[in-house]
């Protein structure tokens, strides 16, 4: 079912909230990736502090939107799912032990403080 009008704007209200109060936004592409999988992804940054999102990309974008996560709007492009956190360590490090156990998780990159992350 489509989301109404009411609900987008919740959204994007909730995504531009967790921006502001983040130290870090890390995109990701889930391509690929099991319910089980995802599951256990959602789990293990649930675990690290930290918030998973699968986003639509326009949501997003617009969320971003006069906040210090701006940069990374030319990230949102395909299957996106996005972290963000107040720990920087604990959601990175997290991210990159899935990605090597699970190899269609892709960090596609990010930005923590005013900093552009490559992947």
């Not at 789990?43 to 999102?53: I, L, P, S, V, W």
């Not at 709007?73 to 032990?97: C, E, F, H, M, Q």
């Amino acid at each position: 079912m489509p989301m109404t009008r009411a609900q987008k704007q919740e959204s994007i209200q909730l995504a531009n909230s967790k921006f502001q109060s983040a130290q870090i936004a890390l995109v990701v592409h889930n391509n690929g990736l099991t319910v089980a999988q995802m599951s256990d992804l959602r789990g293990k940054m649930r675990e690290a502090g930290a918030d998973f999102k699968i986003t639509k990309n326009r949501l997003a974008k617009l969320a971003a939107k006069d906040t210090p996560y701006e940069a990374i709007t030319d990230l949102l492009k395909g299957p996106t799912a996005i972290a963000t956190s107040a720990d920087p360590v604990a959601v990175t490090k997290s991210l990159v032990d899935f990605a090597k156990a699970n190899e269609k998780l892709v960090i596609v990159g990010g930005i923590f403080g005013a900093q552009k992350l490559s992947a």
